[in-house]
């Protein structure tokens, strides 16, 4: 693009642009000749697909803002109306990030524009509220603005059909091709009113919900700290706590309320290094059973417990022993169905549902595939999601994950025992499956296509002294799974390991998960167990690191 077509593209987006904020920050731009800053906004679109669109704030096509929400917004009222919807309702939800009901409001806007029914929730809410509320009203679609945990400057634009789960393919293209097709915002009618903003009563309907993942009668006594993230999980996870009858959560005050600078974490997700210290800081001081965090969407669920032996006494689970123990936990009160797992996630959930007699499948990354997995009861991915009540919410739920496993932690507790024990006898009887992963943020999107180039064309032969027997190239896909973009490789030797290499749908990382089976005869061997797997995954992860050229 010569500066001049740059600078012709950059007129014409400002013309149209409806929002004063990126009109101002845009024309300052043109004005100033920032030619490098215009050619990084102008170098494409946002690309709409089945995460929908997630990107920085800002102004022009290659940024999230109100020119490029209401393009995604018609592109999808013109995909419904094409599938004989016209008339549907469309339910439209927000988190609290910077612009958030702004883009809400666009959206109710341009579908009653085009002919469908908006309704939009009444304030900035948890995910699962909008996904179970699709079901609830019978709309034919959703959207939620969000971007969930990433950083404080980015927003998303999450699509849900009728069934109440995310787009799949091909859905997603479809959409895309609706949104190409719009040449100018002026053809978009949107008019200043016509829309329905909800009351309470989804809310209320929701929360009536979250009762149906608990026993009636179990134990209700663990008592937690709890953490929003500066998100928008507190007011729903407190009032299902006490309408469960838990003990009211000790509250991290500091990242209780939304914020959407999310000013005491680095990246407001409660994997990420440094974002539980202020829950850890708060449980010290106040002692409880477990910690629970949302990360700002409150779509997914952290948990963390004592654990003598580290540094401030208490540990992160990884998504995966969480995983676990919500599917011992369902298997105990004699759940039947399917228990669906993304690939990346541990192998142990199929070792758990196979002993229980119990239907199991794996998907690919994301809980769009989860959710449409026939039968299904329950589903995990590893980061952090779980769908519990897919009946319910059809994606995964922060909230009633969060109140089933503190259900499990005051069984548990009547019993003397904690979570840790319970991951101690999963290991016991199907022995310890350890994981990890090795994530790799960049700034140059050209290393993660170098990185999997250099795996496709020179796989490894090997990993950490185990023999690499299989290495499939995802691409292809397989007989259960359709093709994507990754890599997997299975190894064998001393120990069983898998390894899975793909790109990040989300966020520009390259992200390589790892896991190591090692067998566990009796409690005594528990502690070797876990040193020798610490060191497996250590040397895999070099190798590997080695092997894409990292």
Partial sequence: MTQDDLLTRAQAWLAEDPDPETREELAKLIGAGATDELAARFAGTLQ????????ELGAGPMRMNRSVVIRAAAGLAAYLRAKGQEGGLVVVGYDARYKSADFARDTAAVMTGAGLRAALLPRPLPTPV??????????????????????????????YLGDGSQIVPPADAEIAAEIDAIRS????PRPEAGWETLGDEVLDAYLERTDAVLT??????????????????????????ARAGFPPPALVAAQAEPDPAFPTVAFPNPEEPGAMDLAFEAARAVDPDLIIANDPDADRCAVAVPDRTVVGGWRMLRGDEVGALLAAHLVHKGATGVFAESIVSSSL???????????????LTGFKWIAR??????????????????????DKDGITAALLVTELASVLKEQGRTLTDLLDDLAIEHGLHATDQLSVRVEDLSVIANAMTALRERPPASLAGLTVVTAEDLTKGTESLP?????????????KARVIVRPSGTEPKLKCYLEVVVPVAAADDLAPARATASDVLVAIKRDLSAAAGL
């Fill in 48 to 55: 709409f697909g089945t995460a929908g669109l997630r990107g």
């Fill in 130 to 159: 909008l996904a179970y509320a699709i079901r609830h009203l019978g709309a034919v679609a959703g959207v939620e603005v969000t971007a969930s945990h990433n950083p404080p400057r980015d927003n998303g634009y999450k699509v």
């Fill in 185 to 188: 915002l002026h053809d978009v």
């Fill in 216 to 241: 009636p009668g179990s134990p209700r006594t663990a008592r937690t700290v709890y953490t929003a993230m500066h998100g928008v999980g507190k007011d729903v996870l407190t009032a299902a706590f």
């Fill in 349 to 363: 959930l199929g070792r758990i549902a196979e002993a229980a007699g119990v239907g199991y499948e794996e998907t």
């Fill in 373 to 394: 997995v026939d039968g299904l009861r329950y589903g995990y991915e590893e980061a952090l999601g779980y769908c519990v009540d897919p009946e319910g919410v059809r």
């Fill in 483 to 495: 093709p994507t973009d990754g890599l997997r490789y299975h190894l064998e030797g001393t120990y």
